[in-house]
């Protein structure tokens, strides 16, 4: 069974930083393209960041560009996201999730992942 588990997730001020872990099971984690994804209060479920299979490429909303980094280590089966400079707007529940295929296009598209984790919680106070 495959399970995705998020951590990393807190409080933290305008200005700070945090790291998101997310570690993978019951899956062949390098098989998988995987993304992080963030639903602020009150609104839609929105992509944050993706990474390639083997890590070379990486693929971030415009909103979060040069302020976050998405990261894997497939030997440790662990997708991380760096998220610097936080803003409030950052606040949101923070999920990871996991997808087989490799169409670059859908990428942002989170009906087109396959396992989701469970989220964490980030709020940046002003």
């Known amino acids: 069974q495959v399970q995705l588990v998020e951590s990393g997730g807190g409080l933290v001020q305008a200005g700070g930083s945090l790291r998101l872990s997310c570690a993978a099971s019951?899956?062949?984690?390098?098989?998988?393209?995987m993304g992080w994804f963030r639903q602020p209060p009150g609104k839609e479920r929105e992509f944050v960041a993706a990474?390639?299979?083997?890590?070379?490429?990486?693929y971030y909303a415009d909103s979060v560009k040069g302020q976050f980094t998405i990261s894997r280590d497939n030997a440790k089966n662990t997708v991380y996201l760096q998220m610097n400079s936080l803003k409030p707007e950052d606040t949101a529940v923070y999920y990871c999730a996991a997808r087989n295929t490799l169409v670059v296009v859908t990428i942002k598209r989170k009906e087109t992942y396959d396992y989701w984790g469970q989220g964490t919680q980030v709020t940046v106070s002003s």
């Open positions: 019951g899956l062949t984690f390098s098989s998988y393209v």
């Open positions: 990474i390639s299979r083997s890590g070379l490429n990486t």
